[in-house]
């Protein structure tokens, strides 16, 4: 039985934080994290680093990067580890996808790209890495424009990736759909563009496939 480590991705106003409540409770047994954070020195310091807007914007991609993936290996080494050795599914609400994206693609770091696969090589032993990644692909007018209804509606809390242009996202699409080029079958893209429901099914559906496969 192989280890199972599902990551959900996608650009803002994908839906992601909403589909991942509902993987929550379908998998009621699986380690749950995000990113940025997942441990204690993650949550209180990268996370506070990275998604500030004081501090955020004036990070180089080089930066960005780098503080993401020293948080990552800590989140390896200290939850999807120790999860798989109890036999768990562990499942993160973003990971290394988002910095392709959003660090090479969105903030045009391409000289980085390079560095992005030495510090994948680094993150954790190859068998504690991801072994699925769903994309929520969403066109960039509809996701901006359920971000700033979810501000309208003064429902969650921005970061400095939300108030970024159209242009800033788009690059970001970009990132995401040249990533599951690039790692192919270990990448899923689901259309997040419909109801709540209709991407709840295809995702579930797709979970439920994966996690199956990697168990029989």
Known sequence: MRNIFIVLEGCEGSGKSTQLKKLQGHLPEAVFFREPG???FSENEMRRLLLSKDHGPRMSAFQHMNLFFTGRADNIREIVIPAHKQGKVALTDRFDASSFAYQIFGLGGHELEAHFESNRAFMGPV??????YIILDIPVEVGMARVAKRENDKKGTSNHFDTRGPDFHSRVRDGYRRFAEI???SVVMIDASGTVEEVWTKLRQTVDEHIASLRS
Not at 127 to 132: I, Q, V
């Open 38 to 40: 997942g441990t204690e």
């Open 127 to 132: 068998e504690h890495r991801p072994s699925l």
């Open 183 to 185: 790692h192919g079958p």
